[in-house]
């Protein structure tokens, strides 16, 4: 999408668009008229005749709506069937994921604000950003400082999305590793990929070229000036699925082609070309591309085939499955620190537990329960329980086949029953404190 100069300011442009909202949802939930549903299709299919990314593939696109039409097969008077039917003809002769018929009575009124729809849309993107924390909707640290950013989608404001991203990569240059989860990341725009990606690589490195037609081609270069600066030398992951579409797999193509990290997940839905948003009378969006990528290592990109990872994980677990791969390479990495070394071993076990969870009968765990000095384990309700002079009872979750187990609530703490002793073992502490069974 290519940003122009706003005629009014943002608030005002919202307003308008908002305005015509309530309206346009009434006739979006009501029936749709033959004629309306005529003038729709005209409509479409003006905009593939003039501004399809693919010109080879217009004509075909063309007459299957056009012959679905014949054959009466959008003569449904609900808007919602009417934008299904014609966003599965668009794609099942395309193989296009980005051309789609959507009932949006919001995008709509956007859509028809300013030059071409366009100021109106970038309010309406703007606000939405805003209100989303420009999609970074998750940080937090993991065991062994291991930094996880969540990004829900790639949205961007001028002037301020990198702001918002500035302080997220000062979050993880902190950490020794980096985890960025894309997964179920629908997309959003060029702008925030390329600020992203920057801090992972050197300035002013041709990221992305972009081509419509006849216009001369757009570039995309990495930025030179990171106010959070570079994050060279830290070992990343990146989360992908088949939920990952679009700027999504820019990012995750970019990690792959310039061999940035490594990507944890499975291959994205292959979703490459460049889209904008149309309005389609009474209250629709269409989204059709209008151009594409090629990315200076391969001089192609991932339309239809996806972004493969370089691990293949179940989606559910790709965040377990990639940082345990972290806390190995952490550990394997010359220089480290004794302190650190013990914190990646300790981090380790409990995620590795998560990915292969240790079971104990019945009868194995009630064998462990007694008295161990100022301590004490009782088995009830089918677990452990561990109980301490002024402290409260707490849960012990088993981590290994060999007695070790988690302490609920105390990531710093664990158990090992041997069946004659308890050890206590802190995080901290480089020997545990052992007490006989009574």
Known sequence: MIMSSLTRSLSTLLSCCLLCVSALADSAESTLSAAERDAALKAIITAFEQQYVFPEMRPRIVERLKTAQRRGEYGVDDPMVFAEKITKDLRDVSRDKHLSLSVDPVGYAAALVGDEGEAGQLALWRRQAIRNHHGLTETKVLAGNIRYLRISGFEWAQDESGLAYDAAMKFLKEGDAAIIDIRGNGGGWPEAVRYLVSHFMRGNVLEMTFLEGSAAPEQSRTLDHLPAGRLHGIPLYVLIDGGSVSAAEAFAYDVQQFKLGELVGSTTIGAA??????????????????????????????????????????????????????????????????????????????????????????????????????????????????????????????????????????????????????????????????????
């Open 273 to 438: 070309n460049n889209n904008k948003m149309l309005p389609i009378a009474p209250g629709f969006v269409l989204s059709i591309s209008y151009g594409r990528p090629v990315h200076p290592i391969s001089k192609t990109n991932w339309e239809g085939v996806g972004v493969a990872p370089t691990v293949e994980a179940p989606p559910a677990r790709a965040l377990e499955i990639a940082h345990s791969l972290a806390l190995k390479q952490l550990s394997e990495k010359s220089g480290v620190s004794e302190e650190n070394l013990a914190e990646y071993a300790w981090a380790k076990v409990a995620v590795d537990a998560g990915l292969h969870p240790v079971t104990y009968a019945p009868e194995q765990l009630q064998s462990f329960a007694g008295s161990y000095g100022p301590a004490k384990v009782d088995f009830r309700d089918g677990t452990l329980w561990l109980s301490r002079p002024n402290r409260p009872v707490l849960r012990l979750l088993p981590l290994t086949a060999e007695g070790l187990f988690a302490v609920e609530f105390n990531d710093h703490l664990r158990v090992k029953l041997t069946g004659q002793s308890l050890e206590l073992l802190r995080a901290d502490a480089p020997t545990p404190r052992v007490f006989p069974r009574s």
